[in-house]
Each structure stands twice: as C-alpha cells, then as structure tokens.
C-alpha cells in the first residue's frame, strides 16, 4: 500500500515557476513509476510527466517539455515537479499517481493523491 500527498500548489503570475511535492508512505515506493497528471475544470485528466523507480527514466508530454522537470529522492519518498515558465493554460488541479510501469493512462495507476491546485494569472 501506497499513500501519497501532495503540496506546493498555488497562485502565480504568467512566468513564474512552482515546485510540487508528492510524498510517498510505505518501503516499496521506490519500485513503483511516479506520475503526474493534471486536471482543469471541465476537460479530463491528463498525462503531464513520469519517472521511474530509480529516477534513471523520464517521460514529458508535448505541453511541458523544457518547462517542467520531475525528480525524485527515494531516501525522502518524495516526487517533485519543476514548473517553470508557467503559462494560465497550466491552470489544473495536480495529482500524483504511482504505477508499476510508464503509460499515460490514468487507468493503469494503482496509488493517487488528493491533489494541488495551481492557478497561473495572465
């Protein structure tokens, strides 16, 4: 079993730049792929970056790629997330997920956290 939370959310001007946390419970979170997906109102869950276990891979979507960077400290059970140059079309709650393998798929996570908003003002 997996718990995460999440934080950093928050208000930031076009520009700007937020760090996210996911911090993780349970030994074996270091095997599992961690993820973050991202919702705005009205349109679904989407797939916005992934790292494995180990740290060694990473995977971005189109939308992010040179803007964002994820990472993590398997000691400190933490994701974290990069934002910089933040755009209001980042503008979603941000959720962490852990799975045992890359996809995109919301459906294919096991472990999700509550969430974090960001809002990102013109």
């Known amino acids: 079993q997996v718990q995460l939370v999440e934080s950093g959310g928050g208000l930031v001007q076009a520009g700007g730049s937020l760090r996210l946390s996911c911090a993780g419970s349970?030994?074996?979170?270091?095997?599992?792929?961690s993820a973050w997906f991202r919702q705005a109102p009205g349109k679904e869950r989407e797939f916005v970056v992934a790292?494995?276990?180990?740290?060694?891979?990473?995977y971005y979507a189109d939308s992010v790629k040179g803007r964002f960077t994820i990472s993590r400290d398997n000691a400190k059970n933490t994701v974290y997330l990069q934002m910089n140059n933040l755009n209001p079309e980042d503008t979603a709650g941000y959720y962490c997920?852990?799975?045992?393998?890359?996809?995109?798929?919301?459906?294919?996570?096991?472990?999700w956290g509550q969430g974090t908003q960001v809002t990102v003002s013109s």
């Open positions: 349970g030994r074996t979170f270091s095997n599992y792929y």
């Open positions: 997920a852990a799975g045992t393998y890359y996809t995109t798929r919301t459906q294919t996570y096991i472990y």
């Open positions: 790292i494995s276990g180990t740290g060694g891979r990473s």
